[in-house]
């Protein structure tokens, strides 16, 4: 039979063990890096009124590629519905999420070097997404357009394939418009997209939404259609706020003014100032005015920058055709501007002339 260790030999080897346990303590994971730089703030609400600890994320505008990228920073609302988060310089998606709620920034994407302020976040009634077989429809989404929780009729639903740019213009496949009940259905082969919703009170055009005009965002952000399913969820809209309202956002998109004239100098009216990656004035713009009135004048508003080409055009899509009437801003480097974030240039004439 075995004996016991000497007191002495016993209280020496749990010594020892103590000793090593404090000179090798069990490595610790690292902490989460704290973003540090310019802040972003603004409030989310519902309704009109602040909402208290809903998630607010800033996500990189290609968050969602393989491998998926992590927020670059997130954090709740307080009481009052303010947030305000601190990212290294760089251009970011702005969502919050609440229980069965959705918000999509309409500025997106939001370029940050500097102080952001007056970003509002409205929540939006947005229950989960479901699946279901695709049935003789095929794949793709369907289900409702809704305001106020009412069918919306005359809307559509655009499809796109990355958010980076904001969820603005033809987009990768749009829905006819739906129905007196509001009902959509955009086919789609199997894949990844960005789903909005828009619609027009004042009948349908091309360009940024007005005041008064209505836009919504799929909960799904991005949403995923699979082999043989599609997706159903309806989307909540919100009327775009008043120029007063979407002036209380400070960022740093950059803002050009001017007029489109002709070679006599005199303002042209129905003209579209375009803000393109090219001189040709081909491809997608990058941003497109309303129609100039009688005095000719245009704004634009776009959240690159970089070199960019201003021109205007009298008709959209497809290159420039013999005959039609087409403008280019005439500058220091002829159509050519090199765009700061926070640029604000007013002033810049587009001279119109005849395609040869």
């Known amino acids: 039979m075995a004996t016991a260790p000497p007191r002495s030999r016993l209280l020496a080897a749990l010594a ?27 409030r989310v609400t519902r309704d009109g009124v602040g909402v208290p600890g809903a998630e607010v994320l800033l996500l990189d505008p290609q968050f969602h590629l393989a491998p998926e990228r992590p927020p670059v920073a997130r954090g709740a609302t307080g009481p009052e519905g303010h947030f305000r988060l601190s990212v290294p310089d760089g251009t970011y998606l702005v969502l919050a999420r609440g229980p069965s709620a959705f918000a999509y920034f309409g500025r997106n994407p939001v370029r940050v070097s500097g102080p952001v302020s007056g970003i509002h976040l409205p929540l939006l ?42 969820l603005r213009g033809p987009g990768y496949a749009v829905s006819e418009p739906t129905g007196t009940d509001g009902a959509y259905l955009l086919p789609l082969p199997p894949g990844t997209y960005f789903l909005a919703a828009r619609f027009r009170p004042g009948g349908w055009r091309a360009g940024n939404l007005a005041p008064g005009d209505y836009f919504g965002a799929f909960v799904d952000f991005p949403a995923v259609v699979g082999e043989g399913e599609a997706l159903r969820g309806d989307i909540e809209t919100v009327a775009v706020p008043s120029r007063e309202q979407m002036g209380r956002f400070h960022g740093a998109f950059v803002q050009l003014s001017g007029r489109v004239v002709d070679g006599q100098g005199r303002p042209l009216a129905g003209f579209r100032a375009c803000l393109y990656p090219n001189p040709q004035l081909l491809d997608r713009p990058l941003a497109l005015s309303e129609p100039t009135g009688p005095d000719g004048s245009f704004a634009l508003e776009v959240t690159e920058a970089g070199t960019a080409y201003l021109g205007a055009r009298e008709e959209l899509g497809g290159p420039p055709v013999p005959g039609e009437r087409v403008g280019f801003y005439r500058g220091p480097q002829g159509a050519r501007l090199d765009l700061t974030p926070g640029d604000r240039r007013s002033g810049l004439v587009v001279v119109v002339q005849e395609v040869p």
């Open 125 to 166: 009634p947005a229950p989960a997404a479901t699946r279901e077989p695709s049935g003789a429809a095929g794949e793709g989404v369907r289900g409702r357009v809704l305001h106020g929780g009412q069918p919306v009729e005359g809307a559509r639903v655009f499809a796109y394939l990355d958010a980076a740019r904001g």
């Open 16 to 42: 020892l063990l103590a000793g090593c346990a404090s000179l090798s303590p069990a490595p610790l994971p690292p902490p989460d890096p704290v973003p540090s730089g310019p802040a972003a703030e603004g």
